[in-house]
């Protein structure tokens, strides 16, 4: 079992920036490549980013591309989602996953073997 907790969410304006972290535990947190997805009020859960085990490949979400940045720290079995320029249409409950394949790409949830409880962006107009 892997154990995702999501923080730094929030209320943030238009322009903004904001960093989420998701801090793993329970298995070695370099084995899983990790994700991040998110679910606005209403619509299915998206793929936003993803990177490889030892953070070498990235892959992101034509919509997020060139705002957001996903990177992990091993050492501190953590993933960050690094977001700048938030627009009004990132407002969405964000998850990060851990995902035992390590191929690319990977977008499906079914890709993803563990979630997080989730963390709420907020962009105001």
């Known amino acids: 079992q892997v154990q995702l907790v999501e923080s730094g969410g929030g209320l943030m304006q238009t322009g903004g920036s904001l960093r989420l972290s998701c801090a793993a535990s329970?298995?070695?947190?370099?084995?899983?490549?990790m994700g991040w997805f998110r679910q606005a009020q209403g619509k299915e859960r998206a793929f936003v980013a993803r990177?490889?085990?030892?953070?070498?490949?990235?892959d992101y979400a034509d919509s997020v591309k060139g705002r957001f940045t996903i990177s992990r720290d091993n050492g501190k079995n953590t993933v960050y989602l690094q977001m700048n320029n938030l627009k009004p249409e990132d407002t969405a409950i964000y998850y990060c996953?851990?995902?035992?394949?390590?191929?690319?790409?990977?977008?499906?949830?079914?890709?993803?073997?563990?979630w997080g409880q989730g963390t709420q962006v907020t962009v105001s107009s």
């Open positions: 996953a851990a995902d035992s394949g390590n191929t690319s790409p990977r977008r499906r949830r079914s890709d993803y073997d563990y």
């Open positions: 329970g298995r070695t947190f370099s084995n899983y490549a």
């Open positions: 990177i490889s085990r030892a953070g070498i490949v990235t």
